[in-house]
């Protein structure tokens, strides 16, 4: 049974370009977490999607933006990069009803030069 | 607003001693309290959680987390420490519902570092 998935594992751009990275839930999870960590911090909530929609948002500019899909897997969005948006980006999933438990992907670590 | 604080970034533990890890907390009613593990290049992996009941809270890999509500606190501990146990360990509480989505919030983190 995969777990959470995401990919690229890792990512380099330059500042204002924009940015897709995308997850996929472990099987039977229906709803999917965007979490920021920063280098030496705790992750960041950016958003959480369930049935396509966005339930629910953190402090974070339009310029993040999310997407998810039928088969529940997920994509984030990030325009108009800026330096302070180098971070590891982390997908969770949970199944509805339980959704303290947070299944964590690795993590796509993305660098802005 | 909710919050966590863990106060110490580093906890230096010998192999075979009982370890803790520090959290206090803050909300508004009633705590939903959690632990995740953070492995090196690897995404963070639930240990336990607290919603009700007993306020010693049993989870993964000889883990467990002991809620005081008059301290406000969720400390994480180990009776004997594994040096398999070196890693980045969050406390991290359940913030406000909206539109049924749940989100947690993460304390800073504390490094775990056991010495054989």
């Known amino acids: 049974d995969a777990g959470v998935t995401q990919s690229p594992t890792h990512l380099i751009k330059t500042r204002g370009q924009q940015v897709t990275l995308r997850c996929s839930p472990k099987s039977g999870h229906d709803t999917v977490s965007w979490y920021q960590q920063a280098l030496g911090q705790g992750p960041q909530f950016i958003f959480q999607y369930y049935e396509e929609e966005e339930r629910q948002r953190g402090n974070f500019p339009d310029r993040f933006s999310g997407h998810q899909f039928p088969n529940y897997s997920s994509e984030l969005n990030v325009n108009a990069l800026l330096l302070g948006d180098s971070a590891l980006y982390l997908c969770?999933?949970?199944?509805?009803?339980?959704?303290?438990?947070?299944?964590f992907g690795s993590g796509t670590q993305l660098s802005v030069l | 607003a909710q919050s966590v604080a863990q106060p110490e970034d580093q906890v230096n533990v010998a192999e075979g001693n009982p370890l803790t890890v520090k959290c206090t907390y803050s909300v508004s009613g009633n705590p939903y309290l959690f632990w995740y593990v953070q492995y090196p290049n690897r995404g963070l992996q639930f240990l336990l959680k607290?919603?009700?009941?007993?306020?010693l809270v049993k989870g993964s890999y000889g883990f467990e987390a002991e809620f005081n509500k008059s301290q406000t606190s969720f400390h994480l501990k180990k009776p004997s420490a594994l040096v398999s146990d070196s890693a980045l360990y969050f406390c991290a509480v359940r913030g406000p519902i909206y539109n049924q989505g749940g989100k947690l919030i993460f304390g800073q983190g504390t490094e775990l570092s056991v010495k054989p």
């Open positions: 969770a999933s949970s199944a509805t009803g339980a959704n303290e438990k947070l299944f």
């Open positions: 607290y919603i009700t009941g007993d306020n």
